[in-house]
C-alpha cells in the first residue's frame, strides 16, 4: 500500500471495474473504457511523488482494544439526515476528472478496514473500527493537476474543513461508510465521513458532500480553524 503506483492494473483492482455506472462529473462519460484510458495515462511525475510517496503507517489496535460505545456524538450544527440512494459525492477544483458519484460507485472501490484511536481536543479518546475507501484512490480517479496541495471537505450540516494533501491520501485516510463493522450510523456521519489516523477529531468531517482539490487556501480553512483551532491538526 505504501508503494502504490497508479498503474492500470492498480485501477483496475480499485475500481473493481464493473462500474458502468461510474459517472465522471460534468460530462457523464461512463467508467468503462473511456475513463480507464483517461486516468491511466502516467500521471505527471510530480504528482505521483507527491500523492503516492510512502507514508508511515500509524500501528493499528485489534479487535478486542474496539470500544463499542466509546465514540461520543460531537455534532455542532444537528445531524442532517442523507438519503443514501440519492447521495452524490462530488470530487472537483484543479483536477483532470471531476467526478460526481453515487454510494453505488463508492462501495465498489476496495474497502479498507482499520482500528484506531480517534481523539478529539475537547478532552476525550476512544477505539474505533472504520470501513471505507481510501480517500486516495478517489483522490487517483480524479486526476489530480500536478500543483494540487490541499483537498477542501464540505458537509452536508454547513461543517468544513481543509486538509494538505499528503495528509489526505495517506493509507489510513479513509471515506468511512462502516463504524464498527456496521453501516455507519447517521450521527457519525452517514453516508459517508472522514476517518483518519493521521488527524484530530475536527478534521474528520461527517456526511461530507463534496471535495475540492486546490493548489491555495482560500482565508476560509475549516469551521474550527476559522475560530482559532490549529490549521494542521495531526495526531
Ligand atoms: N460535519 C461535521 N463533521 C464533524 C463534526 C461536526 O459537527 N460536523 N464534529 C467533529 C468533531 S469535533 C469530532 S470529535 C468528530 C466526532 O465524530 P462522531 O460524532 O462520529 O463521534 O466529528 C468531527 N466531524
Ligand atoms: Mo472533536
Same mark, same amino acid.
Given at each position: 500500500?505504501?508503494?502504490?503506483?497508479?498503474?492500470? !492494473?492498480?485501477?483496475?483492482?480499485?475500481?473493481?471495474?464493473?462500474?458502468?455506472?461510474? =459517472? =465522471?462529473?460534468?460530462?457523464?462519460?461512463?467508467?468503462?473504457?473511456?475513463?480507464?484510458?483517461?486516468?491511466?495515462?502516467?500521471?505527471?511525475?510530480?504528482?505521483?511523488?507527491?500523492? &503516492?510517496? *510512502?507514508?508511515?503507517?500509524? *500501528? @493499528?489496535?485489534?479487535?478486542?482494544?474496539?470500544?463499542? @460505545?466509546? =465514540?461520543?456524538?460531537?455534532? &455542532?450544527?444537528?445531524? *442532517?439526515?442523507?438519503?443514501?440512494?440519492?447521495?452524490?459525492?462530488?470530487?472537483?477544483? @484543479?483536477?483532470?476528472?471531476?467526478?460526481? $458519484?453515487?454510494?453505488?460507485? $463508492?462501495?465498489?472501490?476496495?474497502?479498507?478496514?482499520?482500528?484506531? !484511536?480517534?481523539?478529539?481536543?475537547?478532552?476525550?479518546?476512544? $477505539? #474505533?473500527?472504520?470501513?471505507? #475507501? !481510501? +480517500?486516495?484512490?478517489?483522490?487517483?480517479?480524479?486526476? /489530480?493537476?500536478?500543483?494540487? %496541495? &490541499?483537498?477542501?471537505?464540505?458537509?452536508?450540516?454547513?461543517?468544513?474543513?481543509?486538509?494538505? $494533501?499528503?495528509?489526505?491520501?495517506?493509507?489510513?485516510? +479513509? +471515506?468511512?461508510?462502516?463504524?464498527?463493522?456496521?453501516?455507519?450510523?447517521?450521527?457519525?456521519?452517514? /453516508?459517508?465521513?472522514?476517518?483518519?489516523?493521521?488527524?484530530?477529531?475536527?478534521?474528520?468531517?461527517?456526511?461530507?458532500?463534496?471535495?475540492? =482539490?486546490?493548489?491555495?487556501?482560500? !482565508?476560509? %480553512?475549516?469551521?474550527? @480553524?476559522?475560530?482559532?483551532?490549529?490549521?494542521?491538526?495531526?495526531?
Amino acid at each position: 500500500m505504501s508503494n502504490f503506483k497508479f498503474t492500470r !492494473r492498480n485501477f483496475l483492482q480499485i475500481s473493481g471495474l464493473s462500474g458502468t455506472s461510474l =459517472l =465522471l462529473g460534468g460530462c457523464g462519460i461512463p467508467i468503462g473504457e473511456g475513463l480507464v484510458g483517461v486516468v491511466s495515462q502516467p500521471l505527471n511525475e510530480k504528482v505521483e511523488t507527491l500523492i &503516492f510517496k *510512502p507514508q508511515t503507517l500509524v *500501528p @493499528e489496535f485489534s479487535t478486542k482494544d474496539i470500544e463499542p @460505545e466509546g =465514540l461520543i456524538v460531537n455534532s &455542532f450544527r444537528g445531524n *442532517p439526515t442523507i438519503d443514501p440512494a440519492n447521495y452524490r459525492l462530488v470530487i472537483d477544483g @484543479e483536477v483532470n476528472n471531476p467526478l460526481n $458519484i453515487s454510494m453505488a460507485d $463508492i462501495q465498489q472501490l476496495q474497502l479498507t478496514s482499520m482500528i484506531i !484511536r480517534h481523539v478529539c481536543v475537547e478532552g476525550w479518546a476512544t $477505539i #474505533v473500527q472504520w470501513g471505507g #475507501v !481510501r +480517500l486516495r484512490d478517489i483522490v487517483a480517479l480524479a486526476s /489530480p493537476k500536478e500543483n494540487v %496541495k &490541499f483537498a477542501y471537505f464540505e458537509s452536508a450540516d454547513g461543517y468544513y474543513s481543509s486538509w494538505d $494533501i499528503a495528509s489526505a491520501t495517506h493509507p489510513q485516510t +479513509l +471515506l468511512a461508510y462502516q463504524k464498527n463493522g456496521e453501516a455507519l450510523p447517521r450521527e457519525n456521519g452517514a /453516508p459517508l465521513r472522514l476517518a483518519s489516523a493521521v488527524k484530530l477529531g475536527y478534521k474528520q468531517s461527517k456526511w461530507i458532500t463534496r471535495i475540492t =482539490l486546490v493548489s491555495q487556501l482560500s !482565508r476560509y %480553512k475549516g469551521y474550527w @480553524e476559522d475560530m482559532g483551532y490549529e490549521w494542521f491538526a495531526g495526531i
